[in-house]
């Protein structure tokens, strides 16, 4: 579930991730964690991140070993899709699901108008991601980041993923207490790295507030944005070699997951009775 979608994640940001010599006032990584905060905290407000965002988000943290643990205790993961998809696709899940489309119909119908992806497949990737928002993880997500930032196994990746996070927390979306989540540092019901979080987030509840750990509605629609942003075409069928499989593929570089995804949204369709048309 959570663990295995982190995994996938991680491993296919690892395979994409090119390593490029830090810039001069990039904080090395490595040594001593309070000498390397500080020299984040300088960059941070070389990129123009207020002094109130990063006193409230990086005062006092320190390295996380338990974050550590996790990152280095992954493994390749080797089950077949009916392995994984038998696991995953539950019979409680699907019952779950199939009460989610209909207790968020309206919702569901707004954010298919406003962006093209149908619920069955929003709600597939929440079930999937985080049992329909209960399952969010219970890590501080700064200090798993600072954590993983501060490594040298990956830490140019996440030193850009922390001052993304600082800049969710300056734009005021999201306070450094509401910032609990996965071990890897993703955030809220679906599941955002704070890259994904900064630029395909929605404020859909209208509150003012691009709120994806408390908000389904915001959540929900933030993920149907990221899959549009990616090419979802509206109407279309999602099965592997599709054009909207190779959007899942985004959401997750992991087939297997992605396939998961694809089966799982299909029987919630068929179920619901909605959306049967794109996925034959």
């Known amino acids: 579930m959570k ?53 409230s988000a990086l005062d006092g943290v320190t390295a996380d070993p338990a974050v550590l643990s ?20 539950s019979a409680d899940r699907m019952r779950r699901g199939t009460a ?12 298919e108008r406003q962006f093209g992806v149908p619920g ?29 930032a501060h490594d040298c196994r990956r830490p140019d990746k996440f030193r850009g993923e922390l001052l993304d996070l600082l800049r969710i927390i300056d734009r005021g979306d999201m306070t450094p207490s509401e910032l609990r989540g996965d071990w890897a540092g993703e955030i809220g019901q ?23 750990i408390h908000s389904a509605a915001d959540a929900l629609a933030s993920t149907a944005n990221f899959l549009k942003s990616y090419g979802w075409r509206r109407g279309e069928p ?9 959007v899942l593929m985004e959401w997750n570089k992991a087939r297997v997951y992605a396939k998961t995804i694809a089966a799982f949204a299909e029987r919630l369709a068929a179920g619901s009775g909605g959306a049967s048309s794109a996925i034959r």
């Not at 006032?25 to 020299?39: E, I």
């Not at 989610?100 to 954010?111: D, V």
Request: proline letters at 2%; a positive charge.
């Open 238 to 246: 999602w099965s592997e070699g599709t054009g909207n499989f190779t």
């Open 70 to 89: 996790r990152d280095r205790g992954q493994r390749v993961f080797s089950q077949s899709f009916e392995q994984f998809s038998g696991r995953m696709i």
């Open 120 to 148: 069955p497949v929003l709600t597939a990737i929440w079930g999937l991601e985080t049992d329909y928002g209960v399952n969010q993880g219970r890590y501080s997500i700064i200090r798993s980041v600072a954590t993983l």
């Open 3 to 55: 663990s295995t979608r982190s995994l996938f994640r991680v491993i296919g940001s690892a395979m994409l991730c090119i390593a490029f010599a830090a810039p001069s006032l990039a904080a090395s990584c490595g040594g001593d964690f309070n000498t390397w905060l500080a020299d984040f905290k300088r960059e941070a407000a070389s990129q123009g991140i207020s002094q109130r965002a990063i006193g």
């Open 100 to 111: 989610m489309l209909a207790r968020h119909a309206a919702i569901f119908a707004r954010i």
């Open 190 to 212: 679906t599941q955002f790295l704070p890259s994904s979080y900064l630029k395909f987030a929605v404020d859909f509840d209208g509150n003012g507030k691009r709120d994806l």
